[in-house]
């Protein structure tokens, strides 16, 4: 653990040598707000934000999934749940609304460097945590589109491919699901082909713009692809505010959380690490016999 908080230092030193370097640069919290000028309005994730008539009724019209919660438990989705087992998640999504609200960040990727981090539990986890608090309105993305995971994550059954929004196809009304009035998932049954095409196109980005304006949520987080298994994250990071990184215990190198910090430090703000699947002792954050 002390070797991996190394590395992180090492990555941060290198990303402040970079911006000093780099005057004028504007950084993801300044695109936002271009963004906002040019149509995207920025959510301010500090308290609630106004609906207006349209919005709300466009979250009325999402189908609704009942999640089966002996499902999310084997899947340690235990932010569903609440109490105490749901502490570690209800802090990391306290630390997450103060840094949106501090730096107006809203759109958030959560990725890991390599497969099988727990990234997609996370994001799930993140998601339900959120939405306990029901002034939010939360919206969550799957573009892990080459080994989607989130819907069978959390017991999602209808055939979405939320790909096909991406691409202009159907509206995403017919790719999305709703829990409650306040959580709504856009994800993919299958595989998609040419995702890192898709992902990188400018088209997309402007579904996802589409998208945000019509449910206008107040922060959409995005399951996305392990940074080194291939370049889809990589050329979509800039299109974010700010990213979280999944590591394993006992199973993601230094150099790869190295690596993956550096690479999203390049391209948007770095929130975080979790180290995930760390195993404490003492009933430690709320759990006696604890994964995370």
């Known amino acids: ?39 995207h309005a920025t959510q301010n994730t500090g308290g609630a934000t106004p609906v207006s008539q349209d919005v709300a009724a466009a979250w009325r019209a999402l189908p609704q999934f009942v999640p089966n919660e002996k499902l999310l438990k084997n899947n340690r989705v235990l932010s569903f749940f609440g109490g105490a087992v749901a502490q570690p998640f209800d802090m990391m999504r306290t630390r997450l609304l103060q840094q949106c609200k501090a730096n107006g960040y809203r759109r958030i990727a959560i990725t890991s460097p390599t497969p099988k981090c727990g990234k997609s539990t996370i994001t799930a986890n993140l998601a339900f945590g959120l939405a ?79 998208v945000e304006r019509k449910f206008a949520p107040d922060l959409v987080l995005f399951d996305a692809p392990p940074m080194l298994a291939s370049d889809d994250t990589i050329g979509f990071l800039d299109f974010t505010d700010a990213a979280i990184l999944v590591a ?45």
Request: glycine share 6%; hydrophobic share 35%.
């Open 132 to 210: 306990r608090q029901t002034e939010l309105r939360v919206l969550v993305i799957d573009i892990d589109m080459r080994r989607p995971e989130l819907a069978n994550l959390v017991g999602i059954r209808e055939n979405l491919a939320f790909a096909r929004v991406l691409g202009g196809h159907e509206p995403p009304e017919a790719h999305m699901i709703a829990y409650g009035n306040n959580l709504a998932f856009g994800t993919n049954r299958v595989p998609s082909a040419n995702s890192s095409e898709l992902l990188h196109s400018a088209f997309a980005r402007q579904q996802i713009e589409l």
């Open 248 to 292: 394993a215990a006992e199973q993601t190198s230094i150099d790869e959380v190295d690596v993956s910090e550096t690479e999203i430090a390049s391209a948007t703000n770095m929130i975080g690490v979790v180290f995930n699947k760390a195993r404490y002792s003492q009933g430690s954050y709320g759990y006696d016999k604890s994964y995370y």
């Open 1 to 39: 653990m002390e070797r991996l908080q190394e590395a992180l230092s090492r990555a941060r030193d290198r990303r402040r040598e970079a911006a000093q370097t780099a005057e004028g640069a504007p950084s993801s919290a300044t695109r936002s707000a271009d963004n906002s000028a040019s149509g």
